[in-house]
C-alpha cells in the first residue's frame, strides 16, 4: 500500500467541517476533528507529527530546534518507509520544517511563486511512474498557501498588539474564508488527479492540518503560535482508504497519534530499537473502541520581542471537558471547562482548586516523562 | 491586603549534617543556631536529594531533582537555566538578589539567575578569614534595595577547609566540639550571630539549611588522623581536591584554540595518576574488609579513605530552620521533607503565585501552619560535582520508614533497602528478603522518572551564531522574525 500524506498547513476545523471538497473526502474516510497538535506552528508540530513524540523529548520543541531533533532516539515517518522499500518523496514549504532523515528527496517550494497545485499533481504522475515499475512509494505534500496568505496579510502588516488587526475581527474571518476556500479547492483538485491516476485504490491518504489560526479571538495573538487556546490548538486527522470504515470520532485525539496509526495500517511493526514514542494508534478508535486521551501542548509567545523565543513558555494540557494553561512566561495559569466555554473566556483556576490540582498533576506527569 | 514583602536572608553552610545542628548529644556550642532553632520552625528530617554541592543547590533553586536540574557542559555539571528557578521568580516579584558564593562553584551558572550581583569567594578561605567580614559590611551598609534576597553559601565545613586551612585558633579547645568538624561549626556560629546582629529580624525571613551532610561530622579524633593520612596520601598521587577549581580556572583562562591539546595532554597525566590512586584505595579497601567491623565503621572508614558514596544518611540529611518574619517560634517538626521544598515554601510564604514546568516540589507551609500534610518521597541521588566520577553509581527512594536504592541504570543491580525506622545505620540490606518492599520502592523511582533515564542531558554549545543566523533567514523567509 503507499502513502501519501497531505499536510494542509493553517486550516481550521470549523472551516475543514464546511470544506466542500473536505466534506466528500470526510465522508468517505476515518476521521478525527478534535486532532490535539503537540505545538500550534508547524515546526514543532510536524516534528512531533514524524516522531509520535512531544517536542520536550524529540528536541523539537520552538521555531529554533529543527536542528536538534533526536533522529538517533525516534525514528521518523520516512524513515520507517524507507526502511521497508518505500521510494520517499517530500515537498515542503521551508526545510525547517521536517525531520529529513528518511526522505529519499526532499523539495522546498517556492510557496510565494509556485503552483502548489500544478506542482503536486506532477509530483503524483511522478509517483505514479514509480508504482508502475513496482515500487510502493511514500508522498509527503506540504500546502503552505493559507501560511503564505496569512504571512502577506497578517504577520508582515500587524503585530501581536495591534487595535487595528483585533478590531476587525470581521475583515480577518473573510480573509481567513477566502484562503480556505482556495485550500479546499486544492484538496478537490488533489483528490480527482489521485483517482484519476487510480492511485486511490491501493493508496492510504492521510490528509491534516497542523494547527489552526487566529482570527483575532484573543488579543495577543494575530496568527499561531502564541497561546495554547483551541482555535489554533485543534487540528485534524483523517485516514482514507478503500478498507477504512468512514467514521467520525469527536472524541480528542493528539496530533503524536498519527505515526503509530499509519505504521499500523500499513502494518509496518515500531521499531524496537528506538525509544518509545507517547502517541497511541487510532486504528481501535476507527473500530468503534474509543479510549480519553489527554493531549499535552507548548508554545512560544514572543511577548513584546519580534522573534519567537528558543525554549516554550505556555503549556497546556487538555482533556476532552478541561484545559489547563500554564503562562511560564509570567508564572500564570489558567483553567477552562472547555466542553460549555468552548472560547475559553472563564478562567476557573482560583474557582474549580481540585481540578486546577488535577490538572497540574497531569502535566507534571507527561513533563516528567523525560 | 497584600503582605509587606520582608527582606529574606538565605543561610546555605555546605556539608552541615542535620544531627550536628539539632541533636542534643551534639558537641558543638552554636547560641546563634540554637536561638533561630528557639524562634523559628525546625524540621529535623530534611533530605537533600544529592550528597553533592552542584546538584543539590541546582535542585534546590528549580525545585527539580538533578536529572533535570542540571546539565552536562563537556566535564561540568551546570545549572539548567532552561527552566525556571526559584531566584528568577522572587526577582519578578520585586526583590533585589544577590549572593556570596565559594568560587568553586563558580562554574555552574548561578550569574545566569544573580546577575552581576553575585560575589565569589576563595574555597579555602572560610568565614572567620575575610568573608565574614565582608559580609557584615554589606548588611550594615544598608544599601540593599528593599526588599532583598540574600544568597550566602558558606564553606568553612567542607573537607577543604575544615582540614586543610589554619584553624580558628580560639576554637580548637575540646568544649567547642568533639571534633574539627563540631569546632568549625562552633567557630561559624559566632559568624551567624554577627549577620543575625546586622538584621532586622522583624522583618526579616531566615533560612539556614545545608546542601547535603557529611561523615566528615561523624569522625573521632582517630579517624581524623586517618582521614589526614589519606588525603595525603591521595594528594601525592593525585590532586584530587584541587581538580575541580583548576579545571575551572583552566577552562576559563586558556584560549579557545589550545583547549584541546591541553586537554589531551593534562587527560594524559591525570590518567596516569588516577591509576596510582586506584591502585592505593583499592589496597587499603581490601584491609577494610578483613577488620572486625560493623557494615557502618567499615563503610565510615572507607569515606575516610576515598569516597564510596552510595546513598546513606549521613550524607543526605540536613538542617532546615525557618525564622523570623511571618514564621512561629519553637516548633519543631519531625515530618520527612525535601531540599527541593525550601523555596516553594518561600514563595508560598510571601504570596508570590508561581508555576514550575517541571516542578516535583512542594510548599512547607501548612506543616509550619500545623496542618495536615501527606507524606513526602526524597528522591535521593549520588550523582557528583563533575561528570564520570565514581560515586555517581546509585539513585533511590527515602520515605521516612525505608530507604531504597539501585543502579542508576540497571534496576536490579547494587540494591540496597534499609529499614529506617529499625535501623538507622543502614547496615542490614533487605532487598532481597523484602522483595516486595523492593518492588514498591522501584516502583515509586520509576513514578518520578518512568523512562529510567536519570542521567542530566547533554547540553550543545548554543553559541553557534552561524547556524542561529541561518535558522533566523529561514524564519524571516517565512514571515517569523
New interface residues.
Partial sequence: MNLIFITMDGARVDHIIKGKNYQKLIQKSAFFPTTITYAP?TIAAMHAVFSGVYGFKNGVNS??S???FKKELYKTLPKYLKDVGYTTYGDS????ILPPDGFDELKIHD?LHDNLTERHKLLLDKMEEKNKDGKKFFLYLHYSSI?TG???EV??KYDNFSDEYFSSVHKNSDFYDSLFDEADEYLGEIINHINKLGLNEDTLLVVISDHGISIGEKFGERAY?VFCYDYTLKSTVLFNHPQISPTCINNQVRSIDILPTVLDLLSIPQDANY??IDGKNLVPSIDGKHEARVAFSQSGNPLNS???P??PNV?AVRTNEWKYI???HD???ELYFIKNDPNEENNLINIEKEKSNEM?SE??SI???? | MPKEKPNILFLLIDSLNSKNCFENDKTSITPNIDSLIKNGVCFDQTISCASTTVPSICSMFTGTYPFNSIVVEETLYKLNTQIQNFIQILERDGYSVSGFIPDVIKHIDLEHIFHSKLETFDSFSTTYDILGEKIVNVLERKKMKHPWFLYLHLYDLHGTATFYKNKPDNFQDTKFGKNQYDKMISALDIWIGKFLQHVDMDNTLIILTADHGSDVSTYDLELEKKHNYYIKIRDSAHQNNLAVKTGVKFSSKIPKILIPLKKKISTKIKDTKKNKEEEIIQSEFEKIKGENLSPYEKRRLENCIHVTTQCFDDRYKIPLIFSGKFIPSNLKIHKQVRNIDIFPTILELLDIPFTNPYIESKSLLPLIKGERMDDLTAYVDSIGNTVGQRTDNVVGIRTSDFKYFRDRKKTEYNTHLFNLKIDALEENNLSEKYSDITKKMEKMLLEINPNNDFYPDSVQNSTDKEEEERINEQLRKMGYT
Avoid at chain 1, 367 to 370: I, V
Fill in positions: 506552528f521555531y529554533w529543527s536542528t536538534k514549504i521551508n526545510k525547517l510557496e501560511h496569512i504571512m502577506r504577520l508582515k503560535g525509544s518509545k519580534t522573534k519567537p528558543k525554549e503549556y500554564r503562562n511560564i508564572s500564570s495559569e497540574r502535566m507534571n513533563l516528567n516523562q523525560k
